[in-house]
C-alpha cells in the first residue's frame, strides 16, 4: 500500500521569499517520488522525481527537494518565489511497479 | 504533437446521459490510468489498466466504467451521468518497468466535463 500527505492545502509567500511545500509519504516497498505543477487551466507537468539515486533531487524552475527517508519526506522547495511560480503543486508516490498515487495538493500564492 | 491526447477537451451534457471520454497515447506504455479532479481533493484515481487485459478499480469507480480497446487506447465512460460527476478528468500513462528515467506518469491536457 501507498499513500501521500500533503501538509497545507494553501501556501502563501512574498515574492523573493523561500518556498516550502511539505509531502510525507507511505509505502511498502522503496518510493519513487514525484512533484507535479499545475498552472490554471492547464494539465500536470513533471517538477522533479527521486528514483532511489540522489537524494537531493533538482528540477525546472530552480525548484528542488530532498528524499529523507527516515522521515518518510520529500519537501520541496524554492530559494526565491517568483510570481510566475503561482500555481498547484502536487507530490505523488509510487511504490516499485504499483500504481501513481496523488496528494491532495497545495496551491502556492506569491505576493507582490 | 501530444504523447497523451485525450478527447473531448470539453463536453457539457445532460443528466442521465451516456457519455464517453477517450484516452490515446504514443509513448508506447502499457499502463494507463484515469484520474477525476475536484478542487481541495487533488487527483483520485478512478480506474487503471496494466495491460490489455488487466484493469482494476481505483478509489472512486462507482457511476464509471472503462476498456482499453488496445495498448494505446482508454477510454471512460459514465453510462449516466449525474451533477455531481462534474469534473476535470487526467488521462496518464506510465512504464511498467520503473527505470530510472521512465518512473513518472505522463498526462494529458484534460477533459472538463459538465453535467447539468
Not at chain 1, 55 to 71: C, D, P, R, Y
Request: proline share 4%; with cysteine; glycine share 8%.
Amino acid at each position: 500500500a501507498q499513500s501521500v500527505t500533503q501538509l497545507g492545502s494553501h501556501v502563501s509567500v512574498s515574492e523573493g521569499a523561500l518556498v516550502l511545500l511539505r509531502c510525507n509519504y507511505s509505502s511498502s516497498v522503496p518510493p519513487y517520488l514525484f512533484w507535479y505543477v499545475q498552472y490554471p487551466n492547464q494539465g500536470l507537468q513533471l517538477l522533479l522525481k527521486y528514483t532511489s539515486a540522489a537524494t537531493l533531487v533538482k528540477g525546472i524552475n530552480g525548484f528542488e527537494a530532498e528524499f529523507k527517508k527516515s522521515e518518510t519526506s520529500f519537501h520541496l522547495t524554492k530559494p526565491s518565489a517568483h510570481m510566475s511560480d503561482a500555481a498547484e503543486y502536487f507530490c505523488a508516490v509510487r511504490g516499485g511497479y504499483q500504481k501513481v498515487t496523488f496528494g491532495t495538493g497545495t496551491k502556492l500564492q506569491v505576493i507582490p | 504533437d501530444a504523447d497523451v491526447t485525450q478527447t473531448p477537451r470539453n463536453r457539457i451534457t445532460k443528466t442521465g446521459k451516456r457519455i464517453m471520454l477517450e484516452c490515446s497515447q504514443t509513448k508506447g506504455h502499457d499502463r494507463m490510468y484515469w484520474y477525476r479532479q475536484d478542487p481541495g481533493l487533488g487527483l483520485r484515481l478512478i480506474y487503471y489498466s496494466f495491460d490489455v487485459k488487466d484493469i482494476n478499480k481505483g478509489e472512486i469507480s462507482d457511476g464509471y466504467s472503462v476498456s482499453r480497446q488496445a495498448q494505446a487506447k482508454f477510454s471512460l465512460s459514465l453510462e449516466s451521468a449525474i451533477p455531481n460527476q462534474t469534473a476535470l478528468y487526467f488521462c496518464a500513462t506510465s512504464d511498467s518497468a520503473p527505470t530510472g528515467r521512465n518512473t513518472e506518469a505522463f498526462f494529458g491536457q484534460g477533459t472538463r466535463l459538465t453535467v447539468v
